[in-house]
């Protein structure tokens, strides 16, 4: 897609495209303009439940209580709740687990010589990982994969399009899990423990600023926000770096390099290639005028290559200077879990290169998938001793 995002900033930066119905945005300035400007709103689903029956209300009433779909002073109210549980220094105390994670997972492969990165390493360690944090013991996890890959389902496509099938199988997966989570939230107010959900009860009770159905939607959400987005990070950044043996040598040679390489794999080859922003009020962007209520597309993966802002912007550089992505985003909805993933892939690729001398690609070249807003690598298959 760069190739299209690189004409239409140049030609159009603003442009109506007719088959998505929307604006899209591929200059820095105006990207990061819009997510920080109120008069866009995040709320996608008032507008999109109108297209579906009216039997899936309550998917669509859950949807609309999860911070993303919120602006203020819902919002704010909303994500005040998970401000202290992504904090830096909390994140940094989960050190010694993430560490162990990736330990565990890159065992069988560093055993046989080569593995698939993506299916043993980069989809399963932040689930893991999240799942610790929430709370979630071992034996649940799958089951909890199955409901939150319903309620992804869902996050990820009612605004472009869902079949009636889709949205009643993953109603009744959304409504389970909506009981788990009630069970989790009784149990911890009857005995909290030091898990998530326990310290999200207690301070939404203590402050009575959140009622359950909000805790709930909340609390699905945490559990997927972070997991494909992170498992892209992870797999994207090993992609680039096999692309480019000298950034992977100059990173092996100091490590210490490894946060700013993060942040350049997240400009180059950023999960999270748009979002969607609603005007609430004719705005002039540009030279064009958006009319109240159409919808705007800030292409972060456009801004993030945008040459008036990065030097030689397609190209990896893993020692770049103030590398001031928008990959988590910006403005009020600034990724919440911007720590926990950029931490999370600091100590996997510090594990990768201490535990390893050599990795290389194995087989043919690198394909990513074909989901139009999230870009991740299918497969990387990797030699590695
Ligand atoms: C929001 C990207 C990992 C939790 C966002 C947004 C982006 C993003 C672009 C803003 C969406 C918008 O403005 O509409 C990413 C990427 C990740 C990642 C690229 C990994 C590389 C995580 C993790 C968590 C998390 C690990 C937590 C466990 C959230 C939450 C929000 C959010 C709660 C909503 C914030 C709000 O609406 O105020 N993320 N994310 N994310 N992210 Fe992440």
Redesign the pocket.
């Known amino acids: 897609p760069f190739p299209v995002y690189a004409r239409l900033r140049e030609t159009e930066p603003v442009h109506f495209d007719k088959s998505v119905n929307a604006w899209i945005l591929t200059r820095y300035a105006d990207v990061s303009a819009v997510?920080k400007d109120r008069r866009f709103s995040?709320d996608r689903v008032t507008k999109a439940r109108l297209r579906y029956s009216d039997k899936y209300e309550p998917v669509f009433d859950l949807l609309s209580r999860?911070?993303?779909q919120?602006d203020d002073p819902m919002?704010k109210r909303?994500?005040d709740l998970?401000h202290g549980a992504?904090t830096r220094t909390v994140v940094e105390t989960y050190d010694g687990k993430i560490r162990a994670l990736c330990d565990t997972l890159l065992a069988p492969g560093l055993e046989r010589g080569e593995m698939e990165f993506v299916s043993e390493f980069a989809a399963p360690l932040?689930i893991l990982v999240?799942s610790e944090?929430v709370g979630i013991p071992a034996e649940e996890r799958e089951q909890i994969k199955i409901w939150c890959d319903a309620f992804s389902t869902v996050a990820l496509n009612f605004y472009t399009h869902l079949s009636d099938e889709q949205l009643d199988h993953c109603s009744v997966l959304i409504a389970e899990f909506t009981d788990y989570l009630k069970d989790k939230m009784a149990a911890a107010r009857r005995k909290p423990g030091p898990d998530l959900i326990s310290s999200l009860v207690v301070a939404a009770d203590r402050e009575h600023a959140l009622d359950d159905g909000e805790l709930i939607a909340?609390c699905m959400?945490?559990l997927n926000?972070?997991?494909e987005?992170?498992t892209?990070?992870l797999a994207n950044g090993l992609g680039l770096l096999l692309g480019a043996p000298d950034q992977m040598a100059a990173l092996r040679a100091d490590p210490s390099l490894i946060p700013n390489a993060v942040e350049e794999f997240?400009r180059l080859q950023?999960?999270?290639q748009f979002?969607?922003?609603i005007a609430t009020q004719d705005v002039t962007l540009g030279e064009q005028r958006v009319k109240e209520g159409e919808m705007v597309l800030p292409v972060?993966a456009a801004a993030n290559r945008d040459p008036a802002v990065f030097e030689r912007p397609d190209m990896l550089d893993v020692a770049r200077d103030h590398i001031h992505q928008?990959?988590?985003?910006?403005?009020?909805?600034?990724?919440?879990?911007?720590q926990?993933?950029?931490f999370?892939?600091k100590i996997a690729f510090e594990r990768l290169f201490e535990c390893t001398g050599h990795i290389e690609l194995k087989g043919h070249g690198l394909e990513h998938t074909s989901n139009f807003n999230m870009r991740c690598l299918k497969e990387l298959h990797v030699g590695i001793r």
Do not use: D, K, Y
């Open positions: 997510m995040s999860v911070m993303l919120t919002h909303l994500r998970v992504f932040p999240i944090i909340n959400f945490l926000a972070g997991n987005t992170t892209c990070l997240l950023g999960p999270v979002i969607g922003r972060l928008l990959s988590f985003g910006t403005g009020p909805h600034l990724c919440a879990g911007i926990l993933a950029r999370e892939a």
